[in-house]
């Protein structure tokens, strides 16, 4: 690996640190995803790859906010760019391109289907909650509000692990 000794480029620095906060994003999404409630993660003391859920939960705020505002300097920096995107070479007047209307297109479908929680969006919101709430037992377990979704959810096991242990020789 070698370095020059030319001219900071901001282009790249902005693009690298866009990339970077991106794949940390993506790899502190699939962790909160898959981890506990809050209130459940603190009863377990619940962890993946040595950080807790609400260090995953504070990286993924910090590098959201990151990553918006190098968006933003992204698109400053490369707005000419964009607009030749979106430009009849011809006329230089703006159109509304193939490649526009079907990124439109599918992010609108997106953003409805899971708005609506639709099919298959509904899905990945039953799988997030098999894997969230999967029976995770610990003996200490007090959950006092039986009000509480999560609370009603951990006594049941609980008294679906009572009844089975009665059973044990």
């Known amino acids: 690996m070698s370095f020059h000794k030319n001219k900071f480029n901001t282009k790249a620095f902005i693009s690298f640190t866009t990339f970077l906060s991106f794949i940390i994003l993506l790899l502190s999404g699939i962790c909160l995803y898959v981890s506990p ?94 894997i969230k709430y999967k029976p995770r037992v610990h003996k200490s377990i007090s959950l006092q509000d039986s009000t509480n979704p999560t609370a009603i959810h951990f006594l049941e096991i609980k008294k679906h692990q009572d009844t089975l242990d009665c059973f044990e020789v």
């Open 37 to 130: 409630s809050g209130e459940i993660a603190r009863e377990i003391n619940w962890k993946l790859l040595l950080l807790s859920r609400e260090a995953w939960r504070g990286m993924h705020i910090t590098f959201s906010i990151l990553f918006i505002v190098f968006i933003v300097f992204h698109m400053i920096y490369n707005w000419k760019v964009f607009c030749a995107y979106l430009k009849n070479k011809l006329t230089k007047k703006l159109v509304f391109k193939k490649e526009f209307c079907l990124a439109i297109l599918i992010v609108g479908i997106l953003l409805i289907f899971s708005s609506f929680q639709w099919f298959p969006f509904n899905k990945l919101l039953e799988w997030r909650e098999a």
